[in-house]
């Protein structure tokens, strides 16, 4: 049974029975409460309590998961409702219909507290998902930075690069491969070495000071869309490497500054490009996207000047 299923059946049945009841139960040996009530429960609706409880106690999701002592915070209450449960089946050996009918009710109730207390197993699994999710658009970012990157590099500079990212994709691939099987801690796992991967490869590309495009352009406003372009790859990886490095507060806010100072003159050399100045927009975003590899270099991405 399901853990929603449980606590429908248990809202259906749970009475609202005082909370002093069930100290008064330990000491009195067969009180009448039927006055409380109006009518006693019969012998054959304490049985389906009997039932209902038992089945809680001993072969619910919930009670899987106490037997393994896989949720340390479900034992006690547990313990507690076996307890209520036994006291229940006594009184209903008995006779006593009434009190059997209040244990099982404080029964229950535990057991409910309990659910509550548990951890879902699909919650559990849409939780790991999205984590998952969220490691995989990461991965994506990273790369798309990176192709960005190294797109005017010569060709024989990039393919050094190519060569220790070509691993990632058969990580990634594996990756996939458990998460499909539903081992998204594994699969996690996996895609953290990618992160690793690219932040090694990048941090290595950004400081390189033999990072120069060698790409012929027709026109100014060419290759200021091309610097454009650039400035928007480094300005992509800046909340990427914050997520992956964690730098303090502290970093994150001197990052920030050379981010507002980037964006300025983000701002300056568009203008300058629409008032169809290219040569000079080109040098001003150039100096922007210094700014944003200085603001990586902040965070724990080495990037030049």
Avoid at 6 to 31: F, N, Q
């Amino acid at each position: 049974m399901q853990n929603t299923d449980c606590r429908k059946v248990v809202l259906l049945i749970r009475k609202a029975i005082a909370l002093w009841l069930l100290p008064l139960a330990l000491v009195a040996s067969k009180p009448s409460l039927a006055d409380y009530f109006g009518v006693e429960p019969s012998r054959e609706e304490i049985q389906q309590e009997l039932k209902l409880v038992k089945m809680l106690l001993e072969n619910s999701p919930l009670s899987g998961r106490t037997a393994q002592n896989e949720e340390e915070q479900l034992i006690q209450p547990m313990k507690l409702a076996r307890s209520l449960y036994d006291r229940a089946v006594d009184a209903f050996n008995e006779g006593n219909m009434v009190w059997a009918d209040v244990f099982l009710g404080e029964a229950l109730s535990v057991i409910e507290d309990a659910v509550h207390l548990s951890s879902d197993p699909l919650q559990v699994e849409t939780k790991q998902r999205e984590q998952y999710a969220e490691q995989l658009e990461d991965v994506r970012a990273f790369d798309a930075t990176y192709q960005n990157v190294r797109k005017g590099m010569p060709p024989k500079d990039a393919t050094k690069y190519d060569a220790a990212i070509e691993p990632t994709y058969s990580l990634i691939y594996h990756a996939q491969k458990l998460v499909s099987d539903g081992k998204y801690t594994e699969g996690s796992e996996l895609l953290k070495r990618v992160h690793a991967i690219y932040i090694s490869v990048l941090n290595e590309l950004l400081a390189s000071t033999a990072f120069v495009y060698d790409h012929v352009f027709s026109t100014p406003a060419e290759e200021f869309e091309y610097e454009m372009a650039r400035y928007h790859s480094y300005e992509e990886l800046i909340p990427i490497a914050i997520n992956q490095l964690k730098p303090d507060e502290n970093l994150i806010k001197l990052s920030e500054r050379f981010v507002q100072d980037a964006l300025k003159a983000h701002v300056t050399a568009e203008k300058q490009a629409a008032g169809g100045d290219h040569t000079a927009a080109i040098k001003t975003l150039q100096e922007a996207t210094k700014r944003l590899q200085t603001a990586l270099r902040t965070i724990g991405l080495n990037a030049p000047e």
